[in-house]
């Protein structure tokens, strides 16, 4: 796969369609194998590897390093804010709808293509999250080389990150097997350290016990225990610390559960005793007990009679009442039937009255709302004539205010006009004022984006600063002496090098003159022949030979005397630097000032316009509320119209006029009508209330109330009710005579028996025999309280009671001898437990020691089993390792460069400490020696570029993609510290990779002696390579013959 070209449309440095676009291809429609991009720094060589990458892998390299990630989100982070989205992909310049995307295409029909996300307000279009990247081209980030990454490889990224990078993509299973083994060996190793800690410990806890008692007899005394009630567990083998805590806790306990008991048992002999010389006492009551209940008996009887003596009484006195109270209604109802025939005549006159009024009710209800009728059409008619003569008098105001509500509407209409210019106006030089100040803006922009430095001033900012003309001359100049006193220090450090080795070799041979001297005495030189006054003058001009350092002290006094010439042009360039640096700091304040009139002018014409705005606002509803007020009319149709209903008004109150003189008279008609009516209606309620009021009436009224009797015959109501009245008193007597007889049997009764005759004295006899009874029960119920405990049926026999108590207390006396026998067996045992804890303890400690100490072994061997097991797999890991890195073709491409005259393998070994991180160590060999070096340690930063660019593209050679080769490798800046003829081994080595491997090379500088040098040594008439120019920022185009 090979890339045929990119297009970059608002994507970082790359702004309009067109500015990014990378055109792979030669004349004949073949894909270049070499292309070569120039452009000083700045321009956007980095936003094309970025663009390239972010499009294939959706993800930046140099972005989420891991040295770098967490800074660069960090940072991201800090600049968000919440009125706006951060832009870290999208160019800042672009307008936030425009276009952003990056378009790769390659051979074999290989499209990548990604669009830049738009994020909402406070959120990044790019998150620096390296689980963003797409997994399935995450691997051809590899074909991208970086300055950034050249010196990270060996410079900052430590040991333990390479070989935790190297494994989190390649180690699989054995890395994660590996990592296991030593997790377990270390865990292996604190284990057995604890166990020989415990084992220690226990060893100086391990005491010999001395015993002087058995523990079986303490076991059999505990078990006469257990027979007496007890339940106590036996010492085992197993006895411990707790246990014997348990059972002394437990045989205290149970001691003073048997004093408990002991005492309790006492107690109960000594009630027993008492219970016992009680019972004459319980006799005595019990028979007098019986004969208060007998006499009590005779008394609630005698009372029974009494009380129903008196009920008889009140039955009696309630008869005679009800006799006179029914002679008392019978002769009333025989006076109403005695007065019938006045009655009849009175009642009859009553209804005829009352059907009367019932009819002149009627007419006078009529009348009534009639007049209510009339009364309310008066009152609107009333109303209707006040609201015809308010409008009158509105509408004759309206017409006298007709001609100055006119003159008004023309004066509003007239300023309404001469506002709105005012606002046009103000809004024409408002917006005129803000582009300028956007104007200002993007100056300020422009100047601020300046940077100033030791280096040449590009076009656009010697434009915006206008430095003195002779000033920028002499700047240029005095940078172009620096650059030539740098390179010829270079030059120098380079000649002083070489002298320093040819130094070695002619004091070597210096030294194989002299020995071959001392042999042979002669007086000429051995190396160069010359012939010398005798063997020591030969002996002393070898000796004093200082060709070499009067060579190397040459070299020193032109690197210092170089050295004084850059520090005067530092000077010159410092000051140069402080002046351009006024130039703009002095640009930027007049900016501001600008900036700022230009933001206090948009205020106040802001200010003006609202005011304006807001006045022509309130003349518009005035003159809208004027016009209501005139109902949109012109002058003479509103005067017309005012005219007109006036003349309706004035016909309708005439009418109203009319009908009001109308109802008037109708309503004083029907009142004269209605005070006849009424006059008739008082004199006839005159007469029923006369006759409403006689005796004999009231009487009949009261009587038919009393008795709910129906209208009609007055002798047809009355007379059953008479002679149902008769019939009661003929049987109220007949009962009266019966309850009189009844109770004179029993008045005579209780006075031959003797008993009591009435209850006041039987309740006084009554209340001493039951008081009597109640202190005789407390007594027996203090005798059986003392008996109860003891004593199931306290209702027995007073003999059986004797025995019941008799059996107790042999009962209490034997359990009492039982317990005081297992108190002197338990006081034995809490006695003789103390001494057994320790011979248990010693059991228990050594039986822990043998534990640990077989744990020991075991995990001992275990240890053993898995370091070996550990060495296995680190094996397989450095085969592995040796294997993806390609050492071999590697130490080719670094030999084809050839930076340093001695180390000339590289190897990569992994490093496994037995308590420290896995390293991964990038090592260089002298040729048949076994001795390497660390090349951060002896390298140079140039000798360190080259071997990390050795590194990368041995690498890069096999990339695949979809199961075939990646033929692309992109390189940004490779030449980074390298002298002249570095760069020369740089190209051929580039040059031949792209003819012999068949690859294409994309490589970028901005050196732009390097890149005219591409043009020489890699020419496009002969292998058909394509050159790129920025031409300004963010802005490319071909350079090249067929161009």
Request: net charge negative.
């Amino acid at each position: 796969m090979k890339f045929k070209s990119v297009d970059i449309v608002g994507f970082r440095a790359y702004a309009q369609e067109g500015d990014g676009a990378f055109d792979f291809s030669n004349s004949d429609g073949q894909v270049s194998n070499f292309i070569s991009i120039y452009a000083p720094n700045g321009f956007g060589k980095s936003s094309f590897y970025d663009a390239m990458e972010w499009a294939i892998t959706n993800n930046i390299s140099r972005y989420i390093r891991e040295s770098q990630r967490t800074n660069n989100d960090s940072a991201s982070l800090y600049l968000n804010t919440t009125e706006s989205s951060q832009r870290i992909l999208k160019n800042r310049y672009i307008a936030e709808d425009a276009p952003s995307y990056v378009k790769v295409r390659a051979t074999g029909n290989k499209n990548f293509d990604r669009t830049v996300r738009r994020p909402a307000p406070g959120q990044r279009d790019y998150t620096y999250d390296n689980a963003r990247t797409d997994k399935k081209t995450k691997h051809l980030a590899d074909i991208f080389l970086s300055q950034d990454a050249i010196d990270a490889f060996l410079k900052e990224e430590r040991p333990e990150q390479r070989y935790d990078r190297f494994m989190g993509a390649f180690g699989g299973n054995d890395e994660k097997y590996r990592g296991s083994l030593f997790t377990s060996i270390k865990s292996c190793s604190r284990e057995l350290k604890n166990l020989n800690e415990a084992i220690i410990a226990l060893e100086g806890n391990l005491l010999e016990p001395t015993l002087e008692f058995s523990v079986d007899e303490v076991n059999k005394t505990i078990n006469e225990i257990n027979l007496n009630g007890g339940n106590f567990p036996k010492i085992g083998n197993t006895f411990s610390e707790l246990e014997q805590t348990e059972l002394l806790s437990m045989l205290s306990k149970r001691s003073i559960e048997l004093d408990s008991e002991l005492n309790s048992l006492a107690q109960q002999s000594h009630a027993i005793d008492y219970c016992t010389g009680s019972l004459p006492r319980l006799a005595q009551h019990r028979e007098q007990r019986t004969k208060l209940n007998t006499e009590i008996a005779k008394i609630h009887l005698n009372k029974d009679e009494i009380s129903s003596l008196s009920k008889i009484l009140d039955t009696k006195n309630n008869l005679q009442q009800r006799i006179r109270s029914t002679a008392d209604e019978t002769h009333l109802i025989s006076l109403v039937l005695s007065n019938q025939h006045q009655l009849s005549t009175i009642v009859e006159d009553i209804l005829n009255h009352k059907q009367k009024i019932s009819t002149l009710d009627t007419q006078l209800n009529e009348r009534n709302i009639k007049s209510s009728a009339n009364t309310q059409e008066v009152e609107s008619l009333r109303r209707e004539r006040l609201n015809n003569d308010t409008q009158l008098a509105s509408l004759l105001d309206d017409l006298g205010k007709a001609e100055s509500q006119f003159i008004e509407i023309d004066t509003h209409e007239k300023l309404i006009l001469a506002l709105s210019a005012r606002i046009t106006d103000s809004e024409r030089r408002t917006a005129t004022t803000t582009n300028l100040r956007k104007s200002l803006l993007e100056e300020l922009q422009q100047y601020s984006n300046i940077i100033i430095a030791k280096s040449i001033l590009p076009e656009d900012t010697q434009a915006l600063l206008k430095p003195d003309p002779q000033f920028l001359a002499n700047f240029h100049q005095h940078l172009e002496l620096r650059n030539e006193a740098q390179q010829r220090i270079d030059a120098l450090e380079a000649n002083a090098k070489e002298l320093s080795g040819q130094s070695a070799d002619l004091f070597a041979l210096m030294s194989m003159a002299k020995n071959l001297l001392s042999k042979t005495l002669s007086d000429a030189c051995p190396v160069c022949n010359a012939e010398y006054g005798s063997h020591t003058a030969l002996l002393e001009k070898i000796q004093s030979n200082g060709s070499i350092e009067a060579a190397l002290h040459a070299i020193i006094e032109s690197k210092e005397d170089l050295q004084k010439r850059i520090t005067q042009i530092d000077d010159f360039l410092d000051r140069g630097q402080s002046y351009l640096t006024s130039l703009k700091l002095s640009a930027i304040a007049g900016i501001k000032d600008r900036l700022s009139n230009a933001e206090l002018e948009i205020e106040r014409l802001s200010r003006e316009l609202a005011e304006a705005k807001h006045e022509q606002s309130l003349k518009t509803d005035n003159l809208h509320r004027l016009r209501a007020t005139t109902r949109n009319l012109n002058k003479l149709d509103y005067v017309a119209f005012i005219n007109l209903a006036i003349s309706n008004i004035k016909e309708r109150i005439a009418t109203i006029d009319s009908n009001l003189e109308k109802t008037i008279n109708l309503i004083k008609s029907d009142s004269e009508t209605t005070g006849d009516i009424a006059s008739i209606k008082a004199e006839t309620l005159a007469k029923v209330e006369n006759a409403e009021q006689t005796d004999i009436y009231v009487l009949y009224n009261h009587l038919k109330s009393q008795y709910i009797l129906p209208d009609g015959d007055i002798n047809n109501a009355f007379t059953p009710k008479y002679n149902e009245l008769i019939e009661a008193q003929h049987t109220l007597s007949k009962e009266l005579s019966t309850i009189t007889e009844h109770s004179s049997k029993i008045q005579t009764n209780l006075i031959q028996t003797g008993a009591y005759s009435s209850e006041t004295p039987l309740l006084e006899k009554l209340a001493s025999l039951t008081n009597e009874l109640r202190q005789l029960e407390e007594s027996v119920a203090q005798i059986g309280a003392s008996l109860s405990p003891f004593i199931e049926d306290l209702n027995a026999t007073i003999e059986s009671l004797h025995n019941e108590l008799q059996q107790k207390k042999s009962n209490i006396d034997k359990t009492s001898s039982i317990a005081s026998s297992s108190l002197i067996l338990t006081n034995i045992v809490k006695a003789q437990i103390e001494d057994v804890l320790p011979f248990f303890k010693y059991r228990e400690l050594r039986a822990k020691i043998d534990l640990h100490r077989d744990t020991k072994n075991h995990i001992e061997s275990l240890s053993i089993s898995l370091a070996r097991e550990l060495k296995k797999v680190e094996s397989q890991l450095k085969e592995r390792i040796n294997n993806f890195f390609y050492t071999d073709l590697i130490t080719s491409i670094y030999r084809k460069i050839d930076p340093h005259p001695f180390f000339k393998t590289v190897r990569f070994e992994c490093i496994f400490p037995a308590e420290d991180k896995p390293r991964l160590e990038v090592y260089l060999y002298e040729e048949e020696l076994s001795q390497p070096i660390a090349p951060a340690l002896y390298f140079s930063s140039a000798q360190l570029n080259i071997l990390s660019l050795s590194i990368f593209l041995a690498k890069a050679l096999h990339i695949e993609h979809d199961g075939e080769p990646v033929r692309s490798i992109l390189i940004d800046d490779p030449i980074h510290s390298m002298d002249s003829i570095n760069v020369l081994s740089v190209i051929d080595l580039l040059r031949n990779i792209s003819v012999n491997f068949d690859r294409q090379i994309i490589l970028s500088t901005h050196d732009e002696n390097f890149y005219e040098l591409l043009k020489l040594k890699v020419p496009e008439e002969q292998f058909g390579s394509k050159f790129i120019k920025f031409k300004s920022f963010g802005v490319v185009h071909a350079d090249g013959n067929s161009d």
